[in-house]
């Protein structure tokens, strides 16, 4: 017989926690090896407990879970991350996944869904939603933007880049996510045909997007 598969559960809801906790004890397969309350909980303990999948929430106080996500990647935790949450936006959806998700379901799976999906991210495989799955099918169908105008927060994100401010700043400015931002950046350096920062501020110049530049 396997090891069961160890678990750990972020979540900012103490009864979330409790239920998700309550019903993977009934199942031999799975252990929860400990529980988080934020982001930089989830990622202190999982340095500690060497959980295989983390459960994640994404809105929670403090440390938020693609924050968290992208902080376990840069350290190099090899837990495998499933997201569990209320929202499916592609402001949602998105950053979680590029920031190093493997999965992403929503609260109202029903319970063996959640448990196949915990299985397939134990084995380092994709787990998506059904309205997840086909968020992310529409997004890589859609046309590229690279003729497109930028809309109003990547101009808001470039401004501030512009400015000398950091990912981290700018995330601050516009209460978004450091993960949020550099998808932002992205889109801007697609749409405006560039490959960096530098690149991104000398062409909204000369497009006009930024004003004059400042003449020293």
Known sequence: ???????????DHPVVRDGLSSMFARDPEFTVVGEAADGAEAVR???AL?????????????MDGVTAIGELTRRGVPARVLVLTTY?????????IEAGATGY????????ELLRAVRAA?????ALSPSVAARLM????????STGPLSQRELEVLRLVAAGHTN?????????????????????????DVNDRAAAVAEGYNRGLLGAPERP
């Open 1 to 11: 017989m396997s090891d069961p598969i160890k678990l750990l559960i972020a979540d």
């Open 138 to 145: 529409s997004r890589l169908r859609a046309p590229a933007p």
């Open 168 to 192: 981290r700043e700018a995330a601050a400015r516009l209460f978004i996510t450091e993960a949020t931002v550099k998808t932002h950046l992205l889109n801007i350096y697609t749409k405006l």
């Open 88 to 96: 499916d936006t592609d402001s949602h959806v998105l950053p979680a």
């Open 122 to 126: 134990a084995r380092g495989e994709a």
């Open 105 to 112: 379901l929503l609260k109202d799976a029903p319970r063996d």
């Open 45 to 47: 303990l999982a340095e």
């Open 50 to 62: 060497g959980p295989d999948v983390i459960l994640m929430d994404l809105r929670m106080a403090g």
